[in-house]
């Protein structure tokens, strides 16, 4: 079987910023795809596509 081997965590000690820091950007990706998906969205409408 496997040896797990538990290592000492202290809860809080993980650096995160590069994690927040990619979720940051996936948030304003999605904000930005949402955007432009509702303005295409729009111009149908306008234009009787």
Same mark, same amino acid.
């Given at each position: ?10 809860? !809080?000690?993980?650096?995160? $910023? !590069?994690?927040?820091?990619? #979720?940051? !950007? #996936?948030? $304003? ?9 509702? !303005?295409? =969205?729009? #111009?149908?409408? =306008?234009?009787?596509?």
């Amino acid at each position: 079987m496997a040896d797990h081997h538990q290592s000492e965590h202290v809860h !809080g000690s993980m650096d995160i $910023r !590069g994690h927040e820091k990619t #979720f940051a !950007g #996936f948030i $304003r990706l999605s904000v930005w795809v949402a955007s432009i998906a509702i !303005g295409v =969205l729009i #111009f149908m409408a =306008l234009v009787n596509a």
